[in-house]
């Protein structure tokens, strides 16, 4: 494993590889850092092919050691073309990334699977998180697969299909009167006085660098090529910055040639706070969200200003999505490529809708659409396509209708 300290983002304050979420010194995030001589020396495209079919082929570029038995292992999600979208959408090559196939849905699956391989080092029982629905049903799923307990903090007005598809798995589900901002700094204030995981505070580190195995997914189902172009959802913004992080690492380490492919994020109309400050070029501003994208109904961002960074550093751009295209997008979606998205999905539709619209992407461009979740937890938005034609089990009665006569 060649994870050897978490530095501090701003005073480079070196920690060891514990469960510690901020700096003690000047309370920034923390970075993993890795040798770079030993994964030189290590990853190769050969040792990549070679390991298992999850994110676990990637362990030599995570901060954590693959575990023993990779129970409900995450990760190598398929990747598919879509030409009838690309084509109605003006788009040379489109491919959508169904991060719909992991375990409980959701791209969250790999996020905690590498906190709780850190959380089973250290020895801890009880895995927890704050959550806007994907994270706690990933962390329910994860604990029962490895015989932990799990504690889960969600805002009262969540999804009831996440709801349930968090309580299935047995865990004990805290249903918070308030917002995610709420229940994060809740997660916060407990994890000084409880010697629980929470994934995404103080395992926030291992948690976030699950993401960038999603880059390095699409660059190897892509035959070792970049993309010109990847489209991403933004919460906290872990996601969209560890995507550039992940194809910096593949550029760095020689494994793929070429530049950092553009990276666009979406933010729904209900809460922007990373795109509006990208488009101001101030720091991130909190906002009360209110969103019928509850996935990404984040006001107060982690990785909000490195997510603003991303987005200058690879020449790509932050959109916010009017609320009421989200469904329209979900149904976009499902018609042109068959694929069913979450409300998520819907927003980073539209934000490729409006890269297009902008001119910035067009027919020369080879783009990776993430469908980081699935419509079937979020059906609410596209409930009016629900028209079903009632007949009689009648034949005759059917054909006559569509006026075919016999
Ligand atoms: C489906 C889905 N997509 C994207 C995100 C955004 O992730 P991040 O917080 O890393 O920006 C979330 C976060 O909950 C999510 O549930
Ligand atoms: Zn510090």
Redo the contacts with the bound molecule.
């Keep these: 494993m060649p994870a050897v300290s978490l530095r501090c983002r701003r005073c480079e304050a070196e920690h060891e590889l514990v469960a510690v979420g901020i700096c003690s010194k000047c309370f920034a995030p923390l970075e993993p850092v890795y040798d770079l001589a030993a994964q030189r020396a290590a990853i190769s495209r050969e040792s990549i092919e070679a390991g298992p079919l999850s994110i676990w082929r990637y362990a030599d570029l995570l901060p954590v050691a693959a575990p023993k038995e990779q129970r409900l292992a995450p990760g190598m999600t398929p990747l598919v073309s879509a030409p009838r979208l690309a084509a109605a959408l003006g788009i040379g090559e489109l491919f959508v990334k169904l ?1 719909t196939a992991n375990p409980t849905h ?3 699956d790999r ?1 905690v699977a590498v906190a709780c391989a850190k959380a089973v080092e250290l020895g801890l029982e009880t895995l927890s998180c704050s ?5 706690a049903n990933a962390v329910a799923a994860r604990a029962a697969a490895e015989g932990m307990e799990a504690v889960v903090f969600v805002p009262s007005d969540l999804e009831p299909e996440k709801l349930l598809a968090t309580a299935v798995y047995g865990a004990t589900l805290y249903s918070v009167k308030g917002t995610y901002d709420d229940c994060s700094r809740l997660n916060v204030e407990l994890s000084f006085e409880l010697p629980w995981g929470f994934v ?1 505070t103080n395992l926030r580190s291992y948690y ?1 660098e699950g ?1 960038k195995t999603i880059a390095y997914e699409i660059v190897e189902q892509l035959g070792w090529e970049l993309p010109t172009a990847v489209v ?11 995507l550039a992080k992940g194809f910096q690492e593949f550029l760095d380490l020689g494994l793929v040639e070429g530049s950092l492919p553009r990276l666009f994020g979406g933010q729904p109309e209900g809460c922007h706070p990373v795109q509006t400050a990208f488009e101001s070029g101030q720091r991130v501003v909190p906002v009360r969200p209110n969103s019928i994208a509850r ?2 109904a ?1 006001g107060s ?3 909000g200003d490195i ?1 603003v960074e991303t987005a200058k550093l690879t020449n790509g751009a932050i959109y916010s999505v009017p609320e009421e295209d989200i469904g329209p997008n979900m149904a976009l979606l499902a018609e042109q490529a068959g694929i069913f998205g ?4 819907g927003v ?1 539709l539209g934000a490729l809708r409006e890269a297009v619209r902008r001119g910035e992407l067009g027919d020369r461009d080879r783009v990776v659409l ?1 469908v ?3 419509g079937l937890k979020t059906p609410e938005p596209v409930a009016d396509r629900l028209r079903p034609i009632q007949i009689a089990p009648d034949a005759d009665a059917l054909l006559d209708r569509l006026g075919i006569v016999v």
């Design positions: 991060d959701s791209f969250k996020v959550s806007t629905g994907n994270l995404n976030a993401s991403s959802p933004i919460a906290s913004g872990a996601l969209y910055a560890r996935s990404l984040i961002p982690a990785d997510a979450e409300t998520a999905a980073t993430l980081t979740g699935d």
